[in-house]
């Protein structure tokens, strides 16, 4: 089956440098995505990873392995309004995205 | 970058009744749509995928008949909930790809949600 893994909560202060896992098994792969959502609001788009690397966008950095079936968001100098929850998700061979549970990030002070 | 809406953002309804809900896709064409249902807490549950001028795909489990879905142009699906029930109360959310980009696989662009409560 498909499977997308990430952790449930994590907690890191303000102005720091947080890292969330997201672990996957699919039926082929066309991509990750990792998507930001704020409490009683809609997903918005973050980043795209198909080639293995990094990729930078600010504050904000993507990694994949492929062969490790594996990524993370990097968020760095932390603010309080990153307060949410970072969803990782993966396009499959259908073009179908399969959706982590995501991952609630409380920043404190 | 690209901009979905949906209507209503909220809507409070009888059990029994049916509820429509718009997405519209305003400054690209969405050859694609899907539909999600977010209960608190929880990720995103694809409901269906709505390709423009066919029938929806439906994925397991989630009711054709109850959940009806049109995507009559390239700029507009909707989703009627019909003989809503309070089981059915939950967040809905519908994305659209563009599909005149070169880069369509990449990115779904996010309707922002319409809860409904079924009393």
């Known amino acids: 089956g498909q499977n997308i893994d990430q952790p449930t909560e994590m907690t890191a202060t303000e102005g720091a440098i947080v890292q969330i896992n997201c672990t996957y098994q699919?039926?082929?792969?066309?991509?990750l995505f990792w998507y930001q959502q704020h409490a009683g609001e809609a997903p918005t788009f973050l980043s795209y990873?198909?080639l293995d690397g990094l990729e930078e966008k600010g504050r904000f950095s993507s990694f994949l392995s492929r062969s490790k079936g594996y990524s993370y968001l990097l968020l760095k100098e932390l603010q309080m309004k990153d307060s949410a929850s970072y969803l990782c998700?993966?396009?499959?061979?259908?073009?179908?995205?399969?959706w982590g549970a995501g991952t609630k990030l409380i920043i404190k002070p | 970058g690209a901009v979905v809406s949906q209507h209503p953002s909220r809507v409070i309804c009888k059990s029994g009744t049916s509820v429509k809900i718009e997405c519209r896709s305003l400054?690209?064409?969405?050859?694609?749509m899907f539909w999600y249902r977010q209960f608190p807490k929880k990720s995103l549950m694809l409901m269906a995928t709505?390709?423009?001028?066919?029938?929806?795909?439906?994925e397991q489990g989630v009711e054709k008949d109850k959940f009806l879905i049109n995507h009559a142009s390239l700029t507009l699906s909707t989703l009627t909930v019909t003989s809503a029930h309070p089981e059915d109360s939950s967040f809905y959310i519908c994305?659209?790809?563009?599909?005149?980009?070169?880069?369509?696989?990449?990115?779904?662009?996010f309707g922002p949600g319409t809860r409904l409560l079924v009393l």
């Open positions: 990873n198909v």
């Open positions: 400054d690209f064409q969405a050859t694609t």
């Open positions: 699919t039926s082929g792969f066309n991509g």
């Open positions: 709505s390709n423009e001028g066919s029938k929806a795909t439906y």
């Open positions: 994305s659209a790809r563009d599909g005149t980009s070169g880069r369509a696989m990449e990115t779904q662009y």
């Open positions: 998700a993966v396009m499959d061979s259908n073009y179908q995205l399969i």
